[in-house]
């Protein structure tokens, strides 16, 4: 949903009533506006138990997976979770999909894990500091624009690197 809300002006509704798209479908056509209608799930296998093996995740992180918001990221393909990140504004575990970083904030004292997405789409380069640094710069399209991700376990540093590296060429 994300990739249609940053490429072109629009609305989504998400798990909404037919009353409801039928309404929003008549507004459009009244304002002879073009849209889209697409109706269903793109995918059956999108959701955390399609991780597979959790063996070594912690009884934590396993928990976090097992609340996630339904079809949070219907369609996506899972790679590989990073169990703790710190970025900007927060610090949790990483989902890694082929479309992008899942983000579970969960420094915050609400109840559920708060989620960010950063996709691969607006993402420039990635730039690792030094081979000691624990850092990632995440260089976006758009001149200015940049994030990072700190990832102190050195494996999954180098795997998240690699990936990105990868992706982005």
Do not use: H
Not at 20 to 35: D, F, N
């Amino acid at each position: 949903m994300r990739l249609a809300v940053d490429l072109v002006p629009c609305v989504i509704l998400y798990k909404s009533s037919a009353n409801t798209r039928q309404a929003v479908i008549a507004i459009l056509e009244e304002e002879q506006l073009p849209y889209g209608v697409i109706r269903g799930d793109f995918s059956l296998n999108s959701g955390p138990g399609f991780l597979g093996e959790t063996a070594g995740f912690s009884d934590e992180l396993k928990e976090l997976l097992a609340k996630t918001p339904a079809n949070l990221w219907l369609g996506d393909q899972f790679q590989f979770v990073v169990s703790e990140v710190e970025w900007e504004g927060g610090f949790g575990a990483m989902v890694v999909t082929d479309q992008g970083l899942y983000l579970a904030d969960q420094s915050s004292s609400a109840p559920a894990a708060v989620w960010s997405i950063i996709p691969f789409y607006p993402l420039a380069d990635v730039v690792r500091s030094g081979l000691d640094s624990s850092e990632i710069e995440l260089v976006y399209r758009q001149a200015g624009r940049e994030a990072w991700l700190k990832i102190e376990d050195s494996e999954q540093l180098a795997k998240v690197y690699t990936y990105l590296q990868r992706v982005l060429s």
